[in-house]
């Protein structure tokens, strides 16, 4: 079956770095566009970023635009979000997704806390 499973969680300070990952099982990786989302304490889950399946076409949101870089490793099945100049507002648990026909799959998700 697919499974999504985000890893890197963390405490960070104002400014500080953070890489998550999202290793995929289950279905052919290299065929799927991945997506990094986000949901933060009483608002909407937001999509992040994404990314095409060969990895050579990539978008974020304007909030991110700059400071984060998402990537995939398809030897490894792997996507990842490298975060810097982190911000108390990126504050989140960060999700990983894909989809598979009409079906949706996702993460169960993982922490990132930036104090400030």
């Known amino acids: 079956q697919v499974q999504l499973v985000e890893s890197g969680r963390g405490l960070v300070q104002s400014g500080g770095s953070l890489r998550l990952s999202c290793t995929a099982s289950?279905?052919?990786?290299?065929?799927?566009?991945m997506r990094w989302y986000r949901q933060a304490p009483g608002k909407e889950r937001e999509l992040v970023a994404a990314?095409?399946?060969?990895?050579?076409?990539?978008n974020y949101a304007d909030s991110v635009k700059g400071r984060f870089t998402i990537s995939r490793d398809n030897t490894k099945n792997t996507m990842y979000l490298q975060m810097n100049s982190l911000k108390p507002e990126d504050t989140a648990v960060y999700y990983c997704?894909?989809?598979?026909?009409?079906?949706?799959?996702w993460g169960q998700g993982t922490q990132v806390t930036v104090s400030s």
């Open positions: 990314i095409s399946s060969a990895g050579g076409t990539t």
């Open positions: 997704n894909t989809g598979l026909g009409a079906t949706t799959f």
């Open positions: 289950g279905f052919t990786f290299s065929r799927n566009a």
